[in-house]
């Protein structure tokens, strides 16, 4: 089950709680790289390398700026499609965001308790 398929899921068991959502996840990305690793050693040995032309990276930049990264490897070359190895590396990348953001709701959550337990 993606992303959307598990969202839904929540949402017809009224799970209305405070959470973390794709739309969330999305709404972070502020900007995003995809290459294969041989493109990012351009001039270097390792441009010409095979295994590094099946590597596809994906940088996510987040609104705060700081970086999350995912990576897609390919174990055949025959196999190897840009657009699909993007796909699968964004994706990676994107599950960090959800750990990330769910530390920061907690902690949210945590801040506001305690400071109304304080009163």
Known sequence: MNDQGIEREIQSKGLTAARVTPQRIEDVIAEEYTFTAASALKG?????????????????VLRNGYTVTG???CASPE??????GAKIAREHAKQKIWA???Y?????LFEQSHTASAR
């Open 44 to 60: 270097t040995p390792g441009e010409s390398s095979k295994a590094c032309g099946l590597l596809t990276l994906c940088v996510l």
């Open 100 to 102: 990330l953001e769910g």
């Open 104 to 108: 920061l709701l907690r902690n949210s």
């Open 71 to 73: 990576e897609s490897a």
């Open 79 to 84: 196999n190897f499609n840009r657009e699909l």
